[in-house]
């Protein structure tokens, strides 16, 4: 085995991040810092209001309660890691919080992208078939579409981390991003030997595809029957609803697939680690703010909660 050659059981990786420059790197912790404090915060509000408002104990909210448990477990795999890197100037991560880091990134990527395909077709029965939704959308429908969602999110985690830390890693052991993702490892495999892992990043590309698809199609019917509705107020209040699921969706799943789908590159590119932060970062801080400020019925569970 060649000196740069790395054992693959007992390695730590390098997560080179945004910049070597110490200001930056300050400047870097206090922005993410400021924006997990922000997703916390907002995500935790909503989890606690669906859970106390007994008005909000409909299937709607249960997936927002899901999806922001999810967002607060999701963004809390990456940032705070980045965080205390940047301010103690220490990169280096072991191969098995690497492994773990990227299982739970995965599993958790997964999960939301089921989430949200969930969420889109509890609108369109909401909206197609109003008469019938307490009849589709059930309890137990409701259980049964969030045990799927996380248990796809768990398989597909698997597979992606055994197929990649099962494999020798060569060369040099530095992550050009700020967490450990699959595409940057595989520019540290042996090319020979990723076919395995290769596979599964197709398979995982095509049900976030399928899911798109779904979810495309799902607002096309809903779109059509808002068109139908003769009150301009009652277009208004639909399209409140769906407008921002859809701007989540297409945010977190379009910025994610160009990441994975893109050309795999051993050089650090600044675009890469930018484009991250468009479906590591952003989703789980913007959906707060979208589901609750701009949601009458989440700022109505919000004053009773606080007033008298």
């Known amino acids: 085995m060649s000196p740069d050659t790395f054992l693959k059981g007992f390695a730590e990786f390098f997560l080179m991040g945004f910049s070597n420059s110490w200001d930056i ?76 880091q990227a299982f739970f990134f995965m599993d958790l990527a997964t999960t939301e992208v089921a989430i949200l395909t969930v969420m889109s077709y509890d609108r369109y029965v909401a909206i197609c078939w109003p008469l019938y939704y307490e009849v ?4 137990g429908v409701c259980l049964r579409m969030m045990a799927m969602s996380w248990l796809s ?13 099962s494999l020798p890693f060569c060369g040099r052991n530095r992550i050009h991003q700020f967490f450990c993702n699959i595409p940057q490892l595989l520019s540290l495999l042996d090319p020979e030997v990723i076919t395995i892992e290769i596979g599964v990043m197709v398979f995982g590309t095509s049900l976030v595809i399928i899911s ?61 680690v930018l484009l991250s932060v468009f479906y590591t970062v952003v989703p789980p801080t913007l959906n707060p703010v979208i589901y609750s400020l701009r949601n009458r019925d989440m700022k109505a569970a919000l004053r009773r909660q606080c007033g008298p």
């Open 153 to 165: 999110g768990v398989i597909c985690g698997f597979m992606h981390v055994i197929a990649t830390f």
């Open 25 to 100: 790197q300050i400047v870097h912790a206090a922005v993410f810092f400021l924006v997990y404090l922000a997703a916390v915060i907002g995500n935790l509000l909503i989890i606690m209001l669906t859970t106390l408002d007994v008005h909000l104990q409909t299937p709607m909210y249960f997936f927002l309660r899901n999806l922001s448990f999810l967002d607060f477990c999701y963004i809390s795999v990456t940032i705070p890691k980045s965080i205390v890197s940047s301010l103690t100037h220490d990169t280096s991560i072991s191969f098995f919080g690497c492994a773990l």
């Open 136 to 139: 589709i959308i059930n309890q």
């Open 212 to 272: 798109f698809v779904v979810i495309t199609l799902s607002y096309m019917y809903i779109f059509s029957v808002i068109m139908r509705i003769p009150s301009k107020e009652g277009r208004s209040k639909t399209f409140s609803t769906c407008i921002p699921h859809l701007v989540v969706v297409t945010l977190f799943m379009v910025s994610g697939s160009i990441a994975y789908v893109k050309p795999i590159s051993n050089s650090p590119l600044v675009l890469d």
